[in-house]
């Protein structure tokens, strides 16, 4: 299985993804997460600090994850998504470790991942891959839980 760079073809398939897995599996968390980055990957996601990760089966996008500088030590992965049809597969695990070498790379020395409750099968294999949480705060309803991972 191959993760690439994002590339600005990418874009209406990568929003697209996104914005049905949030619609459909995370109704209640939208206002959590602002959507904003999603409209410019190639903005928020670009420069040498930064990254943006696809995977691609039969020309359709199926999982994306992101690196965005929060520190000059620190990354947050971001907007780690998988298609429902490609889960429990390695895809989640491909684009994550891909996401932690971008970030070894660039020296960061923690790498951080925030989740509600309702994204239980991430939270898992975020442990699965070394990740410690570090807090778990009430929100509006739900729990955010931080996650970091020492580099």
Same mark, same amino acid.
């Given at each position: 299985? $191959?993760?690439? @760079?994002?590339?600005? !073809?990418?874009?209406v398939d990568? @929003? &697209?993804l /996104?914005? =049905? /897995? +949030?619609e459909k $599996?995370?109704?209640?968390?939208? *206002?959590a997460y602002?959507d904003t980055? /999603?409209?410019d990957?190639s903005g928020?996601?670009?420069g040498?600090?930064?990254? *943006?990760?696809?995977?691609e089966?039969e020309n359709k996008i199926?999982?994306?994850v992101?690196?965005k500088? !929060?520190?000059?030590?620190?990354a947050?992965?971001?907007?780690? *998504?998988?298609? =429902?049809?490609?889960? @429990?597969?390695?895809?989640?695990?491909?684009?994550?470790?891909?996401?932690? !070498?971008f970030c070894r790379?660039q &020296?960061?020395k923690?790498?951080? *991942?925030?989740a509600?409750d309702?994204?239980s099968?991430?939270m898992s294999l975020? &442990?699965?891959?070394?990740?410690e949480?570090l !807090?778990?705060l009430?929100m509006?309803?739900?729990?955010?839980?931080?996650f970091? +991972?020492k +580099?």
């Amino acid at each position: 299985m $191959e993760v690439r @760079k994002y590339r600005p !073809e990418d874009s209406v398939d990568v @929003k &697209k993804l /996104i914005l =049905s /897995i +949030l619609e459909k $599996e995370y109704p209640f968390d939208q *206002f959590a997460y602002k959507d904003t980055d /999603i409209n410019d990957i190639s903005g928020t996601y670009g420069g040498d600090s930064n990254a *943006f990760f696809v995977i691609e089966r039969e020309n359709k996008i199926v999982g994306t994850v992101g690196v965005k500088k !929060e520190t000059e030590h620190s990354a947050l992965i971001r907007r780690l *998504f998988v298609d =429902s049809d490609y889960r @429990k597969k390695g895809f989640g695990t491909a684009l994550l470790k891909e996401a932690i !070498e971008f970030c070894r790379s660039q &020296k960061y020395k923690e790498v951080i *991942f925030r989740a509600t409750d309702r994204m239980s099968q991430v939270m898992s294999l975020c &442990k699965k891959m070394g990740f410690e949480e570090l !807090e778990n705060l009430e929100m509006g309803g739900f729990r955010i839980h931080k996650f970091t +991972l020492k +580099l």
